[in-house]
């Protein structure tokens, strides 16, 4: 099948090829669409987002290069949202992927995406090494967020789980995934399945888990690819196995952003 995806970072925030690259790539691929999705600008923390002056010029050239692309894909400008930052201009965006990078801490907020270190550092100075509570309070706030930004995609909605330390078969893990999914889709049917971790080595499964996908299935909820890339040449990353895991869990389409809206496409 042609594949779509809407969630890649290039050099307007943490990616490390250019917006041309990622489509030249995708076209390579024979792909249907393609979504850019840097990294919103979020004024608490530089390290990895778009830089506010360059907003505009991310706009205009995504918008440049769908009309020079137009013959051969289908380009869409689009936005990663974290849950704490804000967009006034949303209407200038095709679609925004809404996910929650941060846990809220007494001192403010700590990312926990950056790394294994960090990671480490919150569970044991915030939540004295009980990596149950640290997943409790990160789903409290994803779904808090979700509320608040109501996006068109959920992003990596299990993303605490990335460095290995939440045991997601423990039932009060799962029941407060559950509570912040059940809550998430009333405002956003649409999830992502993200395989970014795998291409970065930090995981061999794709989000969301099995247990989360059952729940998004029976509720009526529905599953888009995305790579999460970083690197043009990962646009369709692990995409075979994720058709085949949806198969097995019994899902028989997925949904992509074709023609200007989100179209289902058997699997
Ligand atoms: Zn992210
Ligand atoms: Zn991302």
Redesign the pocket.
């Known amino acids: 099948m042609r594949y779509s995806n809407l969630?890649t970072?290039t050099t307007y925030s943490d990616g490390k090829h250019t917006v041309r690259d990622n489509i030249e790539s995708a076209i390579e691929k024979q792909m249907l669409s393609i979504g850019i999705s840097d990294h919103s600008y979020t004024d608490f923390d530089l390290t990895y987002c778009i830089k506010k002056e360059d907003i505009p010029r991310y706009i205009d050239e995504i918008r440049a290069l769908r009309e020079e692309y137009a013959d051969r894909i289908e380009v869409y400008l689009g936005l990663?949202l974290d849950g704490y930052a804000s967009l006034e201009d949303r209407a200038l965006y095709d679609y925004v992927i809404g996910d929650c990078h941060y846990v809220p801490t007494p001192d403010g907020r700590r990312s926990i995406d950056h790394s294994k270190h960090f990671f480490v550092e919150i569970g044991e100075n915030y939540f004295g090494g009980d990596y149950l509570a640290f997943a409790k309070e990160y789903y409290r706030t994803y779904a808090e967020r979700i509320q608040i930004i109501r996006p068109d995609v959920l992003g990596h909605f299990d993303l605490v789980t990335k460095f290995g330390y939440i045991d997601q078969d423990d039932p009060r893990y799962r029941s407060y995934a559950l509570e912040a999914l059940v809550a998430s889709l009333e405002v956003c049917p649409i999830v992502e399945m993200n395989t970014?971790a795998i291409a970065r080595g930090h995981r061999r499964e794709p989000y969301p888990a099995p247990f989360l996908l059952d729940e998004i299935k029976a509720r009526g909820g529905r599953i888009l690819l995305s790579s999460?890339s970083h690197d043009a040449n990962n646009l369709t990353f692990f995409f075979d196995e994720c058709v085949e895991l949806l198969r097995e869990n019994g899902f028989r389409s997925i949904v992509a952003l074709s023609e200007g809206r989100f179209k289902e496409f058997g699997i």
């Open positions: 969630h970072h990663e970014g999460d």
